[in-house]
């Protein structure tokens, strides 16, 4: 009898053991970031953030913006090899927000029509010193993924075609 | 150094020699299956050098946002080349006449489509590629080996072009096809180092907007300049939202396709295995049938006084002296009449590669046949009594 309930005692604590060891913690978003990428992200979320629609709509050459949207808009959303990539304004559903929806890459958006999301996208290139995008890709500088919402500070770059892109000097990933 | 006095090396041979429907039945039967085998790994080698030939590290293709998987998909605006030659600095340039810049980068309307050609009624699914001069600056690898450039109204075709249309030997320099309703003549032939470019058919970019009444474009193909980057065109594709673009390094390109064909690769070896096999279990019913034949023979070289595992030992020779003949064989048939075959597939044609790769595994495999083919009929030769041996009928 003593010996059944050793071997019970010490099963049940193998047992709890294994599931600990097992579980993995959600990692916090901009946890991956590379040492050269802690500069660039923002401790604190900075205030007076706009949406990408309403930036298109307001923001001059030049100015100093403070943008929220979610990375995505397309499958291959990143700048290969460059702190850059697209985010989405936040008021879209990524796919696999919607109902009866099965998409693999659920951040292309593809669930939307592609003219609308065109106007809802901005380009974020995060810049150094000297002005040049950093060449690190941003997944590995910044820890960032597909579907982060995040907040960037910097400055808008706009043509005569609507194009916007922030040149970006601090970036906070709220989720 | 064998612990133990072997037979003659003669003696395996002779052997073989003393039995000849037998032994030449199994040479045929070794040689079949080497030769199945060849033809497999040729086809898999075939398959593996087109796509890996295929894409030039130094080219980025530039086409329509979500065609990345399929560049036919793809449209761009007819203006895309000059925009792109404009914007990016890491494009490769050279001097050219009258001091202009000659810029590394090529217009394309690419697509599959019905041709038509000389004596046949059904047309057949080619790939088309209009394509300006620019086009041979890109694509590095594209020798023209007969006729010459396209003037209006003519096609290049490439080396397998006739074997992608399923007709290898219908398009001759000076015959007529026809596509997009118009006809075409053939100007000339290229060759580009068996990549997925010899599979498709050339003409002048302006002629083929004519004919499908199109302005826009598929893709442009440009080349980085030394020191220029991927990112480069990659960064200004994400700047320029308006314009939809998406760039694609060329060697990226192909390698999805490689990953696509996987499967494709994956079964062709599992062909391989399993001819293999089959070929190990004929080579053992031949072996077992050769060994209890020869009972009798095989108890007398015991009282002889050489020991069974020298006995094993010669057994084994002359399976492995079979499979070598079998395999040498096979090999010269694959080189003649299968090397350089062509063989149609979705994406284009390829030809069958009898190289080293396909060599080594052809005549590993039929050694190995001849190798495992015989172990156990040599190991029941071990276990046979003198007596009983000497005794059987």
């Known amino acids: ?175 | 150094m064998l612990l133990f006095r072997p037979l003659p090396w003669e003696y395996g041979v002779r052997n073989l020699l003393r039995r000849p429907g037998r032994s030449l039945l199994t040479l045929a039967a070794l040689t079949l299956v080497v030769l199945l085998v060849f033809v497999v790994a040729a086809f898999i080698r075939g398959l593996e050098t087109n796509l890996s030939v295929s894409g030039d590290p130094d080219v980025v293709l530039v086409h329509s946002l979500g065609a990345s998987e399929n560049v036919e998909n793809s449209s761009v605006a007819g203006r895309t080349r000059d925009l792109l030659a404009a914007s990016l600095p890491g494009i490769r340039r050279r001097p050219g006449a009258g001091g202009e810049q000659v810029v590394y980068a090529s217009s394309e309307l690419y697509l599959g489509t019905d041709v038509g050609t000389q004596g046949q009624a059904e047309p057949a699914l080619g790939l088309v590629r209009g394509v300006t001069p620019s086009a041979l600056l890109v694509r590095r690898k594209v020798q023209i080996v007969e006729g010459h450039w396209p003037g209006p109204g003519e096609a290049l075709v490439g080396r397998l072009a006739g074997a992608k249309l399923g007709r290898a030997d219908s398009l001759v320099v000076g015959g007529v096809i026809t596509f997009e309703g118009r006809s075409w003549r053939v100007a000339g032939r290229f060759a580009a180092v068996g990549s997925a470019l010899e599979s498709e058919l050339w003409c002048p970019l302006e002629d083929l907007q004519q004919a499908m009444k199109r302005q826009d474009l598929s893709l442009v193909a440009l080349t980085l300049a030394p020191g220029a980057g991927f990112g480069d065109v990659d960064e200004f594709c994400k700047e320029r939202l308006d314009l939809e673009l998406q760039a694609t390094a060329e060697a990226a390109y192909y390698a999805a396709l490689r990953k696509h064909y996987g499967p494709v690769r994956a079964l062709a070896w599992l062909v391989v295995g399993l001819v293999a096999g089959a070929g190990v279990f004929a080579g053992l019913n031949t072996m077992y049938g050769a060994v209890a034949g020869r009972t009798r023979e095989l108890a007398t070289l015991q009282t002889l006084g050489y020991a069974r595992r020298a006995i094993a030992l010669s057994l084994m020779q002359e399976a492995a002296l079979l499979a070598a003949a079998g395999s040498l064989l096979a090999a010269i048939v694959a080189v003649v009449a299968f090397n350089g075959v062509a063989v149609r597939f979705t994406m284009g044609a390829f030809t069958l590669r009898v190289d080293g790769v396909a060599v080594a595994v052809g005549c590993g495999t039929g050694l190995f046949l001849g190798a495992v083919g015989a172990l156990p009929p040599a190991l029941r030769a071990m276990r046979l009594g003198v007596a009983d041996g000497l005794k059987a009928v």
């Open chain 1, 1 to 175: 009898m003593m010996r059944y309930a050793k071997w019970s005692s010490f099963l049940v604590l193998a047992g709890l053991l294994a599931a600990g060891c097992g579980k993995e913690e959600a990692a916090a978003p901009g946890s991956g970031a590379s040492a050269d990428g802690a500069k660039y992200l923002l401790t604190a979320e900075p205030a007076g953030a706009k949406g990408v629609l309403e930036t298109r709509k307001e923001a001059k050459d030049g100015d100093e913006v403070v943008l929220v949207g979610r990375i995505g808009g397309s499958k291959k959303p990143w700048v290969e090899g460059r702190a850059g990539f697209w985010i989405v304004d936040a008021s879209f559903k990524a796919c696999n927000e919607k109902a009866d929806d099965d998409c693999t890459t659920p951040w292309d958006y593809c669930c939307d029509p592609p003219e609308e999301l065109a106007k809802a996208k901005a380009t974020v290139k995060v810049v150094d010193d000297n002005g040049q995008t950093v060449p690190v890709d941003a997944r590995q500088l910044l820890g960032v993924k597909e579907l982060n919402t995040v907040v960037v500070k910097g400055r808008a770059k706009r043509d005569d075609k609507g194009n916007l892109t922030i040149l970006a000097s601090g970036l906070f990933v709220r989720s």
